[in-house]
């Protein structure tokens, strides 16, 4: 009886011990398959080209919402490029500038600093142009000239930031109205199906919150060029303003001559 209870009691501690040894292996080997599983998903996505993965989401969140937002993004950004090439030909050295002018007009006249003006591109040259224009009138002409086209130029200066504006508000809104369509969607296959499964929903709720990411992604990136945009506009209508008051100094002084 006695070896019977030692053999039982035997058995019974290895079995205990191979089944603790299985236990703790279990999630070992669940932990590798994972990772393993992991691993051929980063490959795959790795080797999958960016542009493809992004045709392949764009058409997953249905191109009838998402084309709309796209069209939004590359009419923004086209007209914020444009804006930015424009500025960037519009500044000049403000300072050399100034002190050519005044060069040109105490040493030959108004005549030369207008051809001067002239030849220069920018809106504080053909600010400049203008006051000179009516420096015949008098100081107080020019004055009236200088602040007049001054409000002009600054006018072709904000030229197309409505248009971006319109597209940082749309872009999210499509995206919500796509996000609200495909919610509806999911839903209605809910309905059809008569069962709440995630296979049934998935696809609805995928194109809600793709739509929603493509819009919120043209938002934010219009409205960084948007910004942009506005300080160079600001940094041009500070040293227009500026330099507006450099004219009237030097043709006051010109006139006391």
């Given at each position: 009886?006695?070896?019977?209870?030692?053999?039982?009691?035997?058995?019974?501690?290895?079995?205990?011990?191979?089944?603790?040894?299985?236990?703790?292996?279990?999630?070992?080997?669940?932990?590798?398959?994972?990772?393993?599983?992991?691993?051929?998903?980063?490959?795959?996505?790795?080797?999958?080209?960016?542009?493809?993965?992004?045709?392949?989401k764009f058409l997953e969140g249905g191109w009838e919402?998402?084309?709309?937002?796209?069209?939004?993004?590359?009419?923004?950004?086209?007209?914020?490029?444009?804006?930015?090439?424009?500025?960037?030909?519009?500044?000049?050295?403000?300072?050399?500038?100034?002190?050519?002018?005044?060069?040109?007009?105490?040493?030959?006249?108004?005549?030369?600093?207008?051809?001067?003006?002239?030849?220069?591109?920018?809106?504080?040259?053909?600010?400049?142009?203008?006051?000179?224009?009516?420096?015949?009138?008098?100081l107080e002409a020019v004055e009236k000239a200088v602040?007049?086209?001054?409000?002009?130029?600054?006018?072709?200066?904000?030229?197309?930031?409505?248009?971006?504006?319109?597209?940082?508000?749309?872009?999210?809104?499509?995206?919500?109205?796509?996000?609200?369509?495909?919610?509806?969607?999911?839903?209605?296959?809910?309905?059809?199906?008569?069962?709440?499964?995630?296979?049934?929903?998935?696809?609805?709720?995928?194109?809600?919150?793709?739509?929603t990411l493509m819009g919120l992604i043209a938002a934010?990136?219009?409205?960084?060029?948007?910004?942009?945009?506005?300080?160079?506009?600001?940094?041009?209508?500070?040293?227009?303003?500026?330099?507006?008051?450099?004219?009237?100094?030097?043709?006051?002084?010109?006139?006391?001559?």
């Amino acid at each position: 009886m006695k070896k019977l209870f030692l053999v039982l009691a035997a058995a019974t501690l290895s079995f205990g011990a191979a089944y603790a040894q299985d236990a703790n292996e279990a999630p070992v080997q669940e932990v590798a398959v994972e990772q393993v599983v992991e691993a051929d998903a980063a490959e795959e996505l790795a080797g999958e080209p960016m542009h493809f993965a992004l045709m392949k989401k764009f058409l997953e969140g249905g191109w009838e919402w998402m084309l709309p937002v796209l069209v939004c993004l590359v009419l923004g950004l086209a007209i914020a490029i444009e804006r930015i090439i424009y500025l960037t030909f519009a500044q000049i050295n403000t300072k050399k500038f100034t002190s050519e002018v005044e060069k040109a007009l105490n040493e030959k006249g108004v005549e030369a600093a207008l051809e001067l003006c002239r030849n220069t591109r920018g809106p504080i040259a053909s600010i400049y142009y203008q006051g000179l224009l009516r420096y015949d009138q008098g100081l107080e002409a020019v004055e009236k000239a200088v602040v007049s086209y001054g409000s002009v130029q600054q006018g072709h200066l904000e030229s197309g930031l409505s248009w971006i504006s319109l597209f940082i508000a749309l872009s999210p809104s499509l995206g919500f109205m796509g996000t609200v369509v495909g919610m509806i969607q999911a839903f209605d296959d809910i309905q059809a199906q008569a069962t709440i499964s995630p296979a049934v929903v998935a696809g609805g709720i995928k194109v809600a919150l793709l739509t929603t990411l493509m819009g919120l992604i043209a938002a934010v990136i219009l409205q960084i060029f948007f910004n942009y945009i506005l300080s160079k506009i600001e940094s041009l209508v500070v040293k227009m303003e500026d330099t507006s008051i450099t004219l009237v100094d030097m043709l006051t002084a010109y006139n006391k001559r």
